[in-house]
């Protein structure tokens, strides 16, 4: 299946704007600039994969090489949609840390 130009470059700005915004806002809340950086990679790997999340305990080994055969099959599309919203989590973290060294006290 293929996805055209124009739903990439949406998707891409969405997953940006969306993981920026959530960053932005559990770093006011919890105080911790880089919380969303941090908690991003899990939730794109529970975007990613299709087991539960509790497998991974109760069946670590079929539950990790499931999500292995999914990260090395990714279209060229969803890396880069994926990739925009740790940048945006990355970017929510500088932006706090610019605004609270510029004497802005959120919360």
């Known amino acids: 299946m293929q996805m055209s130009i124009v739903v990439l470059i949406i998707s891409v700005v ?3 704007v969306l993981f920026f915004g959530i960053g932005f806002i559990l770093n006011m809340l919890l105080r911790m600039s880089w ?3 941090i908690i991003y990679p899990i939730v794109a790997i529970l975007i990613i994969d299709q ?4 497998e991974y305990f109760t069946n670590s080994k079929a539950a990790f090489e499931d999500l292995g055969y999914r990260l090395s099959h990714l279209a060229t599309a969803d890396i880069l949609i994926l990739l925009s919203g740790l940048a945006g989590a990355i970017a929510s973290g500088f932006t706090i840390k610019l605004l609270r060294k510029n004497g802005y006290q959120m919360f």
């Open 51 to 54: 087991v539960r999340f509790i």
């Open 35 to 37: 919380i969303m950086a």
């Open 14 to 16: 969405l997953f940006f």
